[in-house]
């Protein structure tokens, strides 16, 4: 993927009011992923210091706390996920039930785009 890719990104999910994804990303001077999803410093990801993202995981599913009695609120944005990727043409797969945008792929490690 190329900066222009990861800022159209990056404009997409940020122009939306109601969807602010949880993500986690991989590097690729890093041997392990980041453990958990946060929401990401999207300025990072448009000055064009993408370069170093091997991948990153959005989760398409925006939970909301509604007390200690009651579950979680779930909103599932996954349409609206897959529209963005379609729109910019950028390269994903689906791992674990997240969508896993990449950037770098390595010989030993192919994905399977959707």
Known sequence: M???KWKE???????HAEFQPNVR???LRDD???PGFSFPDWEWVRKGISSCIEWMDIDPIRKEHCGR???DSETDFSNFV???LAK???PYSIENGVYRVWGYTQANNQPNFV
């Open 2 to 4: 190329n900066k222009t």
């Open 9 to 15: 990104l990056a404009d997409a999910f940020t122009d």
């Open 25 to 27: 990303f991989k590097y």
């Open 32 to 34: 392990d992923a980041m």
């Open 69 to 71: 009695l009651l579950p």
């Open 82 to 84: 897959v529209s963005v």
């Open 88 to 90: 910019y043409q950028i």
